[in-house]
């Protein structure tokens, strides 16, 4: 089995809206995307979707987005975006799920010897840069999910299991310096983290950085060209 990522795939089946005024990245991507899914991808293999999925609002909605992941080829495992506003009720989610994804939150899904963890996250306050009380609040909130996530996969592992996690903000400073997230991926030994959430040429974006031996993936749509990054 062969473990790819990507993210921000920003779906709208049903109610189509227009990505090309994002960037000429976005000019029939999703035509590009999954001749690249295809070419790549066997049905034995495993895909990390990192959040940002779809554009509806309601779960129902977002149905169609959901069958479309799933009649690509592979198994997937999603978390949670911040634009994913349909991702209400894990519960109500996994009911509705389509057979070939599986969602994680406060959890971990096992596909062979990976054990698949995941939360949101969200902005790392920069140093001296003040933060609204709100933002505190879900910053703390996203860290104990964190801890529960990482929880469950060191209590599922065994010898040769590797530990991958799913993260939808970057978990380290713009620096690339290490943040409470990347200290408790750290504790944990994680063997290796994707994200998304950034776009475009900006957003001080490297494609791939490493702290503590741990490798952390850039996989949003766009800076992938629309192909699947393999990371195993």
Same mark, same amino acid.
């Given at each position: 089995?062969?473990?790819?990522?990507?993210?921000?795939?920003?779906?709208?089946?049903?109610? +189509?809206?227009?990505?090309?005024?994002?960037?000429?990245?976005?000019?029939?991507?999703?035509?590009? !995307?999954?001749?690249?899914?295809?070419?790549?991808?066997?049905?034995?293999? !495993?895909?990390? *979707?990192?959040?940002? *999925?779809?554009?509806?609002?309601? !779960?129902?909605?977002?149905?169609?987005?959901?069958?479309?992941?799933?009649?690509? +080829?592979?198994?997937?495992?999603?978390?949670?975006?911040?634009?994913?506003?349909?991702?209400?009720?894990?519960?109500?989610?996994? %009911?509705?799920?389509?057979?070939?994804?599986?969602?994680?939150?406060?959890?971990?899904?096992?596909?062979?010897?990976?054990? *698949?963890?995941?939360?949101?996250?969200?902005?790392?306050?920069?140093?001296?840069?003040?933060?609204?009380?709100?933002?505190?609040?879900?910053?703390?909130?996203? @860290?104990?999910?964190?801890?529960?996530?990482?929880?469950?996969?060191?209590?599922?592992?065994?010898?040769?299991?590797?530990?991958?996690?799913?993260?939808?903000?970057? +978990?380290? /400073?713009?620096?690339?310096?290490?943040?409470?997230?990347?200290?408790?991926?750290?504790?944990?030994?994680?063997?290796?983290?994707?994200?998304?959430?950034?776009?475009?040429?900006?957003?001080?974006?490297?494609?791939?950085?490493?702290?503590?031996? *741990? +490798?952390? /993936?850039?996989?949003?749509?766009?800076?992938?060209?629309? %192909?699947?990054?393999? @990371?195993?």
């Amino acid at each position: 089995m062969k473990v790819f990522a990507i993210s921000d795939l920003h779906l709208s089946i049903n109610n +189509p809206k227009p990505m090309d005024i994002f960037g000429g990245a976005w000019d029939n991507y999703l035509e590009i !995307l999954t001749k690249n899914w295809k070419s790549l991808i066997s049905q034995d293999d !495993l895909v990390l *979707i990192a959040g940002d *999925i779809s554009w509806a609002m309601t !779960l129902q909605e977002a149905l169609p987005d959901l069958e479309y992941i799933d009649v690509l +080829p592979g198994k997937k495992a999603i978390i949670r975006g911040n634009h994913d506003y349909w991702w209400k009720s894990i519960s109500a989610l996994r %009911k509705a799920l389509p057979s070939s994804i599986q969602a994680v939150q406060n959890d971990c899904v096992r596909f062979e010897n990976f054990l *698949i963890c995941g939360t949101r996250g969200w902005t790392v306050p920069e140093n001296n840069q003040s933060t609204s009380e709100q933002d505190q609040k879900i910053y703390l909130r996203e @860290i104990e999910r964190l801890k529960l996530t990482l929880n469950a996969a060191q209590k599922a592992r065994s010898q040769g299991d590797k530990i991958l996690l799913m993260t939808h903000f970057p +978990p380290f /400073y713009s620096s690339k310096k290490h943040s409470d997230f990347t200290r408790l991926i750290s504790q944990y030994n994680v063997d290796c983290v994707v994200y998304g959430h950034l776009h475009g040429k900006g957003g001080n974006a490297s494609k791939k950085v490493v702290l503590d031996g *741990i +490798p952390y /993936y850039l996989t949003s749509c766009d800076k992938l060209n629309n %192909k699947p990054l393999r @990371i195993f």
